[in-house]
Structures are given as structure tokens and as C-alpha cells.
Nanobody
Framework: QVQLVESGGGLVQAGESLRLSCGVSGSIITAMAAGWYRQPPGKQRELVAT???????DYADSVKGRFTISINDVKNSVYLDMTSLKPEDTAVYYCTIGTFIGATYSPTSRWGPGTQVTVSS
């Protein structure tokens, strides 16, 4: 059974940076795509970053140029580097592994517990 555990969240001030990590167990992610979602308080979960095998990355417009998604196959982990954080980035962040069907990312893993990111102004 695939399990994902996110870490690295915290309370930061606007303009600061964080690195989120996601350890994956129960599956080898070598052939998988990955994605990070977030759920702001009182709002729906949204996809913020994806990475395909081959290295193509896509980002939501709201984080483009500030966030970077990456995979480390040796560590079976997925990362999200976040810079120039804004109060509107406040959310619980979740990582997933999955596949692409055409241009659409589809997570195939169960949701982990997420990690809280809070950005103060």
C-alpha cells in the first residue's frame, strides 16, 4: 500500500522560503509522475505543481516563477521548493504520485496527512 508523508511546513513571514518534502513508501516512483496540491482554509483543494517523467513541469499561475517541484528517485521522494511566499500561499499542502492522461494529471496515491504552511504578512 502506497503511503506518502509530507513534511517541512511551518510559519514564515511573507517573502521567505520553505522546502516541502514528501517521502513515498510502498511504491517505487521511478516511472511515476508527481504533483503537489494545496487546500487554503475554507477553500477547495487545488493543484499547484506537477512533474512528468522527462522533466516537464507545470505550475498554477499563482505560483509560477516562485515554486519548483522536483523528484529524487534515490530517496523515493518528491519536493516543493517555495520562494517569495505570500499570505495567500497559506494552506495545507499535499503531495501525490500519479500519471498523466493526455495533458491531465491524475493522482493514483491516497492522500497523506499534508503539511501546514502559514505565511504571515
Amino acid at each position: 500500500q502506497v503511503q506518502l508523508v509530507e513534511s517541512g511546513g511551518g510559519l514564515v513571514q511573507a517573502g521567505e522560503s520553505l522546502r516541502l518534502s514528501c517521502g513515498v513508501s510502498g511504491s517505487i516512483i521511478t516511472a511515476m509522475a508527481a504533483g503537489w496540491y494545496r487546500q487554503p482554509p475554507g477553500k477547495q483543494r487545488e493543484l499547484v505543481a506537477t512533474i512528468r517523467r522527462g522533466g516537464n513541469r507545470d505550475y498554477a499561475d499563482s505560483v509560477k516563477g516562485r515554486f519548483t517541484i522536483s523528484i529524487n528517485d534515490v530517496k523515493n521522494s518528491v519536493y516543493l521548493d517555495m520562494t517569495s511566499l505570500k499570505p495567500e500561499d497559506t494552506a495545507v499542502y499535499y503531495c501525490t504520485i500519479g500519471t498523466f492522461i493526455g495533458a491531465t494529471y491524475s493522482p493514483t496515491s491516497r492522500w497523506g496527512p499534508g503539511t501546514q504552511v502559514t505565511v504571515s504578512s
